[in-house]
């Protein structure tokens, strides 16, 4: 597995390569115990905009109890427009120079995302974060910032390496498919454990999954998604533009029209 610490920056061409074999990347210790506690206190904050949290605000994502499949408050996507702190992150030169040097280019920011993960979440299928819209960047990078620590019992996140040197395994028909057990040798996996202020990046190309948290303590994560500068350069705006009217289709498919962005 991959990983560094936050002193050996630039991450070097042994790192890069090895993100580049695998599809995955941990840094350690990339964060200071007082950024990860200003990020936790706004998380707490944002919780509790119950104004927000509303099943037809199409910024709020939702997941099933694994048990009883209540319907829970998952997250918020997107977030920095709500949350300074995350928005310092989604800017900070340290996962900027990280995604430099694996592009060799400027990295721009494509999405982002708080995931709450509360216990009793379920989790998610394997899958591929790849959509196969015509607009959608192939350089797409996710950066996970944990917030708090992350376990294979609370719903760690599950990458299968060197998949994605493959590309994308679904039809490119602009919908979000699962795929089968068959792509994978599930005893390859690896889960993405993390102590607060690690940082985890993987390929939009690489399958990942992950359980239910099985825990009593929340599993929050900060989860940040870019591109590179000739894929498609700034993006973001056009991006969620483009998510939203899709958004609105999926919803109406369900009988919900009255949908907002708030």
């Given at each position: 597995m991959?990983?560094?610490?936050?002193?050996?920056?630039?991450?070097?061409?042994?790192?890069?390569a090895?993100?580049?074999?695998?599809?995955?990347?941990?840094?350690?210790?990339?964060?200071?115990a007082?950024?990860?506690?200003?990020?936790?206190?706004?998380?707490?904050?944002?919780?509790?905009?119950q104004?927000?949290?509303?099943?037809?605000?199409?910024?709020?994502?939702?997941?099933?109890?694994?048990?009883?499949?209540?319907?829970?408050?998952?997250?918020?996507?997107?977030?920095?427009?709500?949350?300074?702190?995350?928005?310092?992150?989604?800017?900070?030169?340290?996962?900027?120079?990280?995604?430099?040097?694996?592009?060799?280019?400027?990295?721009?920011?494509?999405?982002?995302?708080?995931?709450?993960?509360?216990?009793?979440?379920?989790?998610?299928?394997?899958?591929?974060?790849?959509i196969?819209?015509d607009?959608?960047?192939?350089?797409?990078?996710?950066?996970?910032?944990?917030?708090?620590?992350?376990?294979?019992?609370?719903?760690?996140?599950?990458?299968?390496?060197?998949?994605?040197?493959?590309?994308?395994?679904?039809?490119?028909?602009g919908?979000?498919?699962?795929?089968?057990?068959?792509?994978?040798?599930?005893?390859?996996?690896?889960?993405?454990?993390?102590?607060?202020?690690?940082?985890?990046?993987?390929?939009?190309?690489?399958p990942?999954?992950?359980?239910?948290?099985y825990?009593?303590?929340w599993?929050?994560?900060?989860?940040?998604?870019?591109?590179?500068?000739?894929?498609?350069?700034?993006?973001?705006?056009?991006?969620?533009?483009?998510?939203?009217?899709?958004?609105?289709?999926?919803?109406?498919?369900?009988?919900?029209?009255?949908?907002?962005?708030?």
């Open positions: 991959a990983s560094l610490t936050s002193t050996t920056q630039p991450i070097s061409p042994e790192m890069i090895r993100y580049h074999e695998e599809g995955f990347l941990i840094v350690r210790d990339l964060f200071s007082e950024e990860v506690g200003a990020l936790a206190a706004e998380a707490e904050s944002l919780i509790d905009r104004e927000l949290i509303d099943s037809d605000n199409i910024r709020c994502r939702w997941s099933n109890h694994h048990e009883t499949e209540e319907c829970l408050f998952d997250c918020f996507d997107p977030v920095i427009d709500l949350a300074p702190v995350c928005n310092y992150f989604a800017n900070d030169k340290r996962i900027l120079s990280i995604l430099n040097a694996i592009y060799q280019e400027p990295a721009h920011l494509f999405k982002d995302k708080l995931i709450f993960k509360k216990p009793g979440v379920r989790g998610y299928a394997l899958h591929q974060d790849y196969g819209w607009s959608f960047p192939e350089s797409f990078v996710t950066a996970i910032v944990a917030i708090d620590k992350t376990t294979k019992e609370n719903g760690a996140t599950e990458v299968f390496p060197c998949l994605h040197q493959q590309g994308y395994l679904s039809p490119r028909d919908q979000y498919h699962e795929l089968s057990l068959e792509h994978i040798d599930e005893s390859q996996g690896v889960p993405l454990e993390l102590s607060p202020g690690d940082l985890a990046l993987f390929s939009g190309f690489t990942h999954r992950s359980s239910p948290n825990s009593d303590q599993r929050r994560q900060l989860y940040l998604s870019y591109n590179s500068a000739s894929d498609g350069g700034d993006q973001r705006k056009a991006h969620y533009q483009e998510f939203h009217q899709w958004l609105h289709e999926k919803y109406a498919e369900y009988g919900k029209t009255e949908v907002y962005f708030q």
